[in-house]
């Protein structure tokens, strides 16, 4: 089983609609939560991270973790076309001064018009 | 567009072969990460520099190997190629090589390595 587990989707939603994507993860050892967004042919970006339990918000993104069942989610609110890209959650923990995460290994989000 | 520059952008080689992957941070930031991304595997860390020196190693095979130069600019070598070795292969650079929350990690655009 890898520490990191994600959804490969393809995951198609028309405009506008809700979206919630999912990581499940095994090592309790993990002390902060990442969300990145991968286009096509591009390097990852970060989107929103968090270190603790319970609720982000910044802008149409929620990033939500719940530490008790190793369980975090990332919402789309609104979801635009321009959003259809892969959604890589990351996590991880501080192993000799570095910080250097976990990823899973990505969804797929299609947003059609 | 992260700052991170990455040459070539594409690499097709033979299985056995050796080839060099170049990276250069943003202005100013100090640490240098590299990542492989396969379909099977996902995004893999390989190794961490900061200032010179190696900082941390993640899932890096003996035929790998990388360095960062006293202009802060990063080479990746990898040998003996195997057709498992096709991947993407990302840098990325953040100002200290510390926390998430404070010292984000800037992605550059890949090396696509393709070994026939």
């Known amino acids: 089983q890898k520490e990191v587990e994600q959804d490969p989707g393809p995951l198609s939603v028309p405009e506008g609609a809700i979206v919630s994507l999912n990581c499940t993860y095994s090592n309790s050892a993990f002390q902060y939560f990442m969300w990145y967004r991968q286009y096509s042919r591009k390097g990852p970006e970060l989107l929103m991270y968090t270190y603790s339990s319970g609720n982000k918000e910044d802008g149409r993104f929620t990033a939500q973790v719940d530490k008790s069942s190793k369980y975090i989610s990332l919402f789309i609110r609104d979801s635009q076309p321009s959003d259809s890209a892969t959604y890589l959650c990351a996590m991880g923990s501080r192993a000799g001064g570095s910080y250097i995460p976990t990823f899973g290994r990505g969804t797929s989000l299609i947003v059609h018009p | 567009d992260s700052g991170v520059t990455q040459t070539p952008k594409h690499l097709i080689t033979a299985t056995g072969q050796r080839v060099t992957l170049r990276c250069s941070p943003r202005s100013g930031d100090l640490s240098v990460y590299w990542y492989q991304q396969s379909l099977d595997q996902g995004l893999q860390f390989l190794i961490q520099y900061y200032n010179g020196e190696e900082r941390a190693k993640g899932n890096i095979l003996e035929r790998f190997s990388a360095q960062q130069f006293p202009d802060l600019h990063s080479e990746l070598n990898l040998s003996s190629l195997e057709l498992g070795d096709s991947a993407l292969y990302f840098c990325?650079?953040?100002?200290?090589?510390?926390?998430?929350?404070?010292?984000?990690?800037?992605f550059g655009p890949g090396t696509r390595l393709t070994v026939l």
């Open positions: 990325a650079s953040s100002a200290r090589g510390g926390h998430i929350s404070t010292d984000t990690q800037y």
